[in-house]
């Protein structure tokens, strides 16, 4: 893929993969402290 294809492809991609990785750390967090 060229890079000017790539940077907005990441930027669509990024955040939903941090969302995906964080959401499991979120819930178990909730499920200690609350």
């Not at 940077?7 to 499991?24: A, N, Q």
């Amino acid at each position: 893929l060229p890079v000017k294809m790539m940077i907005p492809l990441g930027l669509c991609i990024f955040p939903v993969v941090m969302m995906v990785i964080m959401l499991p750390v979120i819930i178990r967090m909730k499920g200690i402290f609350f």
